[in-house]
């Protein structure tokens, strides 16, 4: 039996997963950390995940050492990760993460980068190994279903992929996690989303002191 | 001991607080209820505010009759009325309420509608009276206050006059209550918020099997 497809997030109450991007290139370089543009996307990014990086699990996956919190959080990061068997990535995403991911990049799982530039898969330790597909986002998730098998697909980022793969009915169903926070900027999870064909159904709500954990199953209508 | 200043707004998940007005003015009217757009707007507006019609609380406020659910989606409706002394409204929501409202509009309290057009107060059946305030946002909500007295003032809308209070730091706190539904197009509560001067804090995220009611304190930052 195949798993599901779902994406899982974080969104400012107005909407955004990322913050306006800076204009400069390769902002995570060291020398452009004073950049205004640079802070003020880094303070937001920040403030949006903030929920996430006092937890065991984030501090385990990213090797950061022992401790952290444990709770509805934490035990929700873990399950996220250890439902994804396959992740799938837009380029944009991938480019950014190719800047700021650790050495042993946080998937532990391959990862399907939909991509036109060609590139042989690069493996990073851990277990990790990205993989570029040059023929599109169906192709892309067909490759990573079977690299997950009974485990579910998850379609990582950016906003584009998602809303790609959500447009063309191929989501099954995703979670949002909602952080007391205003972007008034930046990119919209659902901008240009196809409202008319997409029927949502409440799975969850689970509520934390920081953040709410939204969980819905996408129906056509 | 003066009340709170607050709003209280149903939100569609990609954050509308209404449907894309239709072009077609006096569209409550009979013969307009076979327009497209029209019914695209009735279709969209029913199923963001879907919630609550089945309410004890709403159907007793509208005089719909006996009966209706119970439970935490008809408490918070109630209390969210019950903590109301006053309301403010833009005059694009008067003009459209006008149209709509029973005789007995539901609001049983003044209600300072921010407006160029001078008229004198227009007092309906059951309590509810409407005053034209014409010297701007902070007038009507001074005067709002002193009707509430120790109750609270709400913001009703719509969304242009909810972001002019929102943005000029003249809300305590507000509630939105969340729907499973996607717009793709309407009116943007936060559409223009000033994001760099505004902090959340959370108080309350509670779910019930349609929506999720979030509540959160204003903080300036």
Do not use: C
Request: hydrophobic content about 40%; charged content about 25%.
């Amino acid at each position: 039996m195949a798993g599901k497809v779902f994406f899982s997030v974080s969104m400012s109450l107005d909407g955004f997963i990322a913050p306006e991007s800076p204009s400069v290139a390769n902002f995570f370089a060291p020398e452009k950390q004073d950049d205004p543009q640079v802070r003020r996307w880094m303070a937001q990014w920040t403030e949006l995940q903030q929920w996430i990086f006092p937890q065991r699990f984030f501090r385990e996956n990213l090797r950061l050492g022992e401790g952290g919190e444990e709770g509805l959080d934490n035990d929700i990061a873990r399950q996220t990760y250890e439902r994804t068997g396959a992740s799938v990535m837009g380029k944009r995403m991938f480019d950014l993460g190719e800047q700021s991911w650790p050495e042993e990049a946080p998937f532990h799982t391959p990862v399907f980068v939909v991509t036109h530039t060609e590139r042989d898969p690069w493996v990073r330790p851990g277990g990790t190994t990205f993989h570029f597909v040059n023929d599109g986002i169906e192709r892309a998730l067909e490759q990573a279903r079977e690299a997950a098998g009974e485990r579910d697909v998850r379609i990582a980022g950016g906003g584009a992929t998602i809303l790609e793969h959500l447009n063309a009915g191929l989501v099954d169903e995703f979670s949002i996690t909602l952080s007391p926070v205003l972007f008034g900027s930046g990119t919209r999870l659902f901008d240009g989303v196809d409202a008319s064909r997409i029927a949502l159904e409440p799975i969850r709500s689970e509520p934390s002191p920081r953040v709410t954990h939204l969980t819905y199953a996408v129906r056509p209508r």
